[in-house]
């Protein structure tokens, strides 16, 4: 059927490498060749070098008692806990870190991003010096350094003792700084919490249903209300009334000074400040970068013509500029995002114990399994790592729809 | 041809994989110097002088090690490891042997697979505090915060000990001895707590050492000893002789100042034991006939190699105690070298 006249040629095993029509598919075989044995190869001197050594592959060990204590813990734990448990609290500390640090890296990065690109001259610099400063010295230095001012400069807890201390509490007794951390007030939940919870949600949905509403009047009459106040009154009342209706389900523990330490009270280590703020103050100068480069994107037309229109500075960057350079600043975002996550694993520089500190730190030595410990904490921070790009990824593809 | 090709490959991988091989003895010879693994910094085991060489009481035994193969104590690179790396750095091949304040454990011997040469320091758990803490036993110590090293079997002591008592601590987790140090100086733990003879070595370099105490009781069984990995039995006994011949020294009186003069001994065990004699005894493990002669005289036995490090001399001043000679009331027996 073929309406070509060419003769057909002799397929030979050369042409595998010199047709076209071959090549593609032929070098494709080789590199899947190649990549399978170096696996396999990979794989067999391992094991054959365990065995070597006397030792298996086996993940048993994760189903024994840990023996040691971990001082952070989201959820219940005890040295009598297993192996596999305090890998789980080692990762909750992990996302912490990472979740909280995101969040400032990004909120500080954005405003310095923006910042820098201001007319103040004296501001516009200052920002360069934060963010040349925090960019170009590595983050186990901020790590270490931000540590050490918390641990040198605040006093122990000792301090706060006797009748004329040298340390006194903040905020009508209720925050203490110590050299072992922050210890703030804790909500403690009474009977009837869960109302007063059930009340704010609500509040929070009608809040957001007007606020939704309101946008829709201000399209179709162009008047607007004061969105924000009525919001904060549609929120804030109702549970003001529910609060005391219930009997003030909702109080506070403070901390206080007993024995050694400061008991009760929400206790924020150290460690944890200092992790959480080095990793964001560091990713934030990339952020910052980031945005600027995004913000520059956007023509200097759209500026003029906004300002033609007669909107003010703010309106033009929260209205026009930056809805555009989003889409331009997001896609790097998620590289910073996962940057910071597993820069997180450089917690036993402060003594944290993320999941490096506990599956890939204590753990690992004490049952001596560093193959299976291993791979296990390089599949968590590659799950951490794909669900992360996802999520962004999903957030992105909404803004694109938005783009013309 | 794919499964040829993969077939291939493994058998390449086959002949590599034998590379980490069993004669660490000859791997030591082949390289010219032995790799001995020490702590970081541990006053008295293992330190950096001013002069920047290493010292200390398990530098020794290393050094000790390396003049028996080389006839040289200095052919050692010495690697400092943490305690949460030791091992793996062992069992890796990073270095031949470990000679780093290391507990004796059963899971280390079997679940580890490392295989420990016998204990050159009897020792225990104990706790250093400020003095102006006004703590004067750890029974005191309900509700503290505590500096621990991880990767220990202090963590695990510290974990059942404030357990079987009922009381409870925050843990502090420190990667070295330094990191320990400078918090617990800092005053962000109440009290440090490790090997009591590393606490000791800590406490005098401090720079007020009168501010500090060790409190008295002794929560663990630290016994501590030179390793090597499993399956080199034949390297694991040049280890353990080297060890076990420093200790017959000191209980035969043999020291770095008059090894030359047993030539005329009639003890039999000494010529056996500095290759002086008609047997060559060292032959058997494929050591030079005098080894053991080059290991005692590069830092002496065991008695001055404690005294120079631990002792007055290492400005330490801990008591020999159980770790005297059996002969002189201590539990230091090592079997006969025949
Ligand atoms: N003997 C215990 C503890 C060993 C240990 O870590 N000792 C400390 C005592 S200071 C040490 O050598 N630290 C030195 C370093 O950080 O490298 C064990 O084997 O687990």
């Known amino acids: ?404 | 041809m794919k499964k040829s090709l993969i077939l291939g490959f493994l058998a390449a991988a086959g002949l590599t994989a034998g590379m980490a091989s069993a004669a660490t003895l000859d791997d030591v010879k082949a390289r010219g110097n032995l790799n001995c693994g020490v702590s970081t910094g541990a006053p008295g085991f293992a330190t950096v002088d001013d002069s920047g060489k290493n010292v200390g009481f398990d530098v020794d035994y290393c050094r000790a090690l390396a003049a028996g193969i080389f006839g040289d104590p200095m052919a050692v690179k010495f690697v400092p490891l943490t305690s949460a790396v030791r091992f793996t750095a062992l069992a890796a091949g990073e270095v031949d042997i470990l000679a780093r304040n290391t507990t004796w454990t059963y899971s280390r011997d079997t679940d580890l697979k490392q295989t420990f040469l016998g204990v050159n320091y009897y020792d225990g758990q104990g706790f250093m505090v400020k003095k102006d803490l006004g703590v004067s036993s750890t029974l005191e110590l309900d509700g503290a915060t505590v500096c621990i090293q991880v990767g220990t079997t202090t963590e695990l002591n510290l974990a059942d000990y404030f357990k079987e008592n009922g009381m409870s601590y925050e843990p502090v987790p420190t990667a070295d001895n330094a990191e320990s140090q400078q918090q617990y100086l800092a005053g962000a733990c109440d009290t440090y707590t490790t090997d009591a003879s590393a606490l000791h070595g800590t406490r005098v370099n401090l720079e007020n050492p009168d501010a500090h105490l060790v409190l008295p009781e002794i929560i663990s069984k630290e016994p501590l000893g030179p390793l090597v990995r499993h399956g080199d039995d034949n390297w694991a006994d040049i280890g353990r002789w080297v060890l076990n011949a420093l200790v017959i020294a000191e209980e035969k009186g043999i020291t770095q100042a008059n090894i030359d003069s047993w030539g005329n001994s009639k003890d039999a065990e000494v010529h056996r034991l500095l290759g002086t004699g008609d047997d060559d005894m060292m032959a058997m493990v494929g050591m030079p006939k005098n080894a053991l002669y080059n290991a005692i005289k590069a830092g002496g036995n065991y008695g001055e190699i404690f005294e120079n490090n631990l002792g007055a001399t290492g400005g330490i001043n801990i008591e020999r105690g159980v770790n005297a000679s059996w002969t002189k009331g201590g539990i230091l027996y090592s079997p006969p070298f025949r």
């Not at chain 1, 001012?149 to 040298?166: M, R, S, V």
């Not at chain 1, 249903?209 to 946008?215: A, D, E, K, L, T």
């Not at chain 1, 209300?225 to 109702?238: D, K, M, R, V």
């Not at chain 1, 669900?387 to 694109?400: A, E, G, H, K, P």
């Open chain 1, 1 to 404: 059927m073929s309406s070509s006249n060419f003769p057909k040629e002799k397929f030979r095993w050369g042409m595998l490498l010199s047709d076209t029509r071959y090549r593609g598919t032929s070098l494709q075989v080789i590199t899947f060749i190649i990549f399978v044995a170096v696996f396999f190869w990979l794989v067999d001197n391992t094991l054959k070098n365990l065995a070597l050594m006397g030792k298996d592959v086996s993940f048993n060990f994760l189903g024994m008692r840990a023996g040691y204590d971990i001082n952070q813990r989201l959820i219940s734990y005890t040295n009598d806990s297993t192996h596999a448990r305090a890998a789980l609290v080692g990762i909750l500390n992990t996302l912490v870190v990472a979740f909280f640090g995101c969040v400032i890296a990004t909120i500080v990065g954005v405003l310095a991003g923006i910042l820098r690109l201001s007319k103040n001259w004296i501001v516009a610099k200052l920002m360069s010096i934060y963010i040349e400063g925090f960019r170009n010295i590595p983050v186990l230095l901020w790590i270490v350094m931000i540590f050490a001012l918390f641990t040198e400069f605040t006093p122990a807890p000792k301090a706060f003792k006797g009748d004329d201390p040298q340390a006194s509490m903040l905020l009508f007794d209720s925050v203490a700084i110590t050299n072992r951390g922050t210890y703030l007030p804790i909500p403690i939940m009474g009977e009837g919490a869960y109302w007063l919870l059930i009340c704010l949600s609500l509040s929070i949905i009608s809040a957001f249903y007007f606020v939704r509403y309101s946008r829709k009047v201000k399209k179709d009459t162009g008047k607007g209300f004061p969105t924000f106040w009525i919001s904060i009154c549609i929120i804030a009342i109702p549970c003001i009334i529910a609060f005391f209706v219930f009997g003030k389900p909702i109080s506070f523990g403070y901390p206080y000074l007993k024995g050694f330490n400061f008991k009760d009270g929400l206790h924020l280590r150290n460690s944890l400040l200092a992790l959480t703020l080095a990793l964001a103050f560091y990713t934030s100068a990339f952020i910052a970068e980031i945005v600027r480069s995004g913000i520059l994107a956007i023509s200097k037309g759209q500026t003029e013509a906004a300002s033609a229109l007669g909107l003010r500075p703010n309106k033009i960057m929260n209205l026009i500029i930056l809805p555009q350079a989003l889409r331009v600043i997001v896609p790097p975002m998620i590289s910073q995002y996962l940057n910071l996550t597993k820069n997180s694993s450089l917690a036993i520089a402060v003594g944290y114990m993320d999941v490096r500190g506990t599956l890939g730190g204590i753990t690992l030595n004490q049952t001596g399994r560093e193959l299976e410990s291993m791979l296990l904490l390089m599949g968590f921070y590659l799950s951490v790592s794909l669900l992360i790009s996802s999520v962004i990824n999903y957030f992105n593809r909404s803004f694109q729809i938005v783009g013309r």
